[in-house]
């Protein structure tokens, strides 16, 4: 078991990777002394609760706590206003209380719903994750929780910081395939975004990932979880650095919306949001090398690094504007300096914007 700690100056908290650790979330929630005394809520969905919701319920209530569970829709779509109130029912209707625990059990999905819940129930009570996806070694760490709006990605949410994360790497066995590799674009992002180092690891460990290889995915998971709680412990609420975090995700969420929610998983989105940076980046005068490892790594592991055609350019643009990365009249990039550092721009055009969807739509033969 590895043990990670993200430091927020006045506040820290623990990250457990390990085996089997579900199975002990009772003795976890003892020794970091949540009270027995009020409910717990476990918030999970459709496809996580038949395989993992009764191994925590048993361990909680083995250790004296009285568990309600919630079971979301599986998918994007879950993260809405609409489920959000139906799990605040479960939490209101299951009597929890302001010394009450809402646990995230499930991948990002669920721990963005989760931990809204927890950040506003009677104004907000105590926050624990139980990540079961690899894409959630990002979503777990780092404290943002939110819903999406129709026009925007995680247009509706907080900063919550959970009380622990028990990332318990045997639940990975069952994700499907899909959910794999989009997973794995977040980890790379994180090697291209602060350590040359790991993403050349990640190149080098493709297929032992994708192969869900026990002690390559364990290693990759703390790498990107320690590289994630550096630079939150550094800026908690994004004022700054803590922005490095969104590359690929201007036009990523753009994406992610006008798809509805639907047509790409936030990874893959992601990863054709990280081909549009380096080639901005190469637009703007980088060497052309940046775009080329960049789609390389990506493509290694089944990633998408082009924009379906059928997608309309000014809708793109029209979503991205509607993004938190557009803020004081000007649209916000994270692009690549070279692989394993970024830089935060605010000075990016809609010309260059749209002439970058058009190369990678392969409408531009120059790309
Ligand atoms: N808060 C943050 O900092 C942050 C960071 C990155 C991503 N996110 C958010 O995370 C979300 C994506 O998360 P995700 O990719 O984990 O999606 P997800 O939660 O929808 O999980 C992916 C799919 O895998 C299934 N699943 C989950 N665990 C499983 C398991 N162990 N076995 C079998 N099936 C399993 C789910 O039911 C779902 O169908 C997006 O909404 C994204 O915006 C948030
Ligand atoms: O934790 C962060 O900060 C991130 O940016 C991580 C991202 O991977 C994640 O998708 C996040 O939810 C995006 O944040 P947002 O503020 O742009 O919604
Ligand atoms: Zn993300």
Known sequence: MRTLTVDLGDRSYPIYIGEGLLHK???????HQLTTKSPVLIVSDENIAPKYLHVVESS?????????????????KSKSLDVFEEVMTVAIEGGLDRKSTVVALGGGVVGDLAGFVAASFMRGVHFVQMPTTILAHDSSVGGKVAVNHRLAKNMIGAFHQPTMVLYDVDTLRTLPERDVRSGLSEMIKHGLIWDEKFADWCRDNAERLLALDREA???????????????????????????????????????????????????????????ASALLAV???????????????????????????????????????HDKKFKENKIVFVLPVRIGEVEIVSDMTLDEVRKVITQLKGEDQHV
């Not at 994406?255 to 990863?271: K, T, V």
């Not at 940046?290 to 990506?298: C, F, Q, W």
């Open 25 to 31: 979330s009772g003795d976890y929630f003892q020794q």
């Open 60 to 76: 909680l209530q083995a250790s004296g706590y009285r568990t309600v569970s919630s079971v979301v829709k599986a998918g994007e």
């Open 217 to 275: 995915l364990t290693y990759g998971l703390t790498e990107g979880c320690s590289i994630k709680a550096k630079v939150v412990s550094s800026d908690e609420t994004e004022q700054g650095l803590r922005a490095i975090l969104n590359l690929g995700h201007t036009i990523g969420h753009a994406l992610e919306a006008i798809g509805g929610y639907g047509e790409f998983l936030h990874g893959e989105a992601i990863s054709i949001g990280m081909a």
């Open 283 to 321: 637009n703007r005068g980088r060497d052309r090398s940046i775009y080329e490892e960049t789609t390389a790594l990506l493509r290694k592991f089944g990633l998408p690094t082009t924009i379906p055609g059928h997608l309309n350019d000014d809708d793109i643009i029209s979503a991205m504007l």
